[in-house]
């Protein structure tokens, strides 16, 4: 099957390692995340990620407190497993990807492209970083601002990154070694 007028290249035995564990580390941390449903948070850690006002914050911490005990920090402690299992994928993925483009403008785009997804891991981690610090002084009118900072980084590192990933990826039309015949 071609992707993007280009043969499919298997994945290394690495490489599908690392998106197993990165998948089952995504689940797990969805179940987890499972014990944090409560009416404060609809969306569970996302509606406490985007809580830029400290007494949204500190009510979603309260009931957190009251319903879900240890649960908010356990899920973070293990999303800091998941982003770096799925930052080092998503690098991994990009060296995969950018193998048949030897191009100098595709290599260097290849490079912004795992720059931009390194940063959106890095904003990720930030922001679980901000977020314990949140759950740990639930007074501070610090911590809910910098988690929403934290975490438009993350999603504006991941969503640029991958897009510029696509565009290195899409941009040859043409294989790199054409097949005999074809000029």
């Known amino acids: 099957m071609k992707l993007f007028g280009v043969e499919h290249r298997p994945w290394s ?17 969805m179940l987890i995340n499972q014990y944090l449903a ?27 407190e009251r319903q879900a005990g ?26 995969h990807f950018l193998y048949d483009r030897p191009g100098v403008r595709e290599q260097k785009a290849g490079k912004v492209a795992k720059v931009l997804l390194v940063i959106g891991a890095a904003g990720d981690a930030a922001e679980n970083a901000c977020l314990l610090m949140a759950i740990h002084q639930p007074e501070s ?32 039309r043409h294989p790199l070694h054409p097949r005999e015949g074809h000029h």
């Open 13 to 29: 035995p690495e490489l599908r390692w690392l998106a197993f564990l990165t998948g089952a580390a995504l689940v797990l941390v």
């Open 70 to 95: 240890i649960w908010p920090q356990v899920s973070l402690w293990v999303d800091f497993a998941f982003i770096g299992l799925y930052a080092l994928f998503l690098v991994k993925l990009a060296n």
């Open 38 to 64: 409560i009416p404060e948070a609809p969306q569970i850690i996302t509606s406490y990620e985007i809580a830029d006002d400290p007494e949204v914050a500190e009510a979603i911490h309260q009931e957190w």
């Open 141 to 172: 009118e610090f911590w809910p601002p910098a988690t929403a900072i934290a975490t438009l980084v993350k999603f504006t590192g991941l969503l640029l990154g991958g897009a510029s990933l696509l565009v290195v990826r899409a941009a040859r």
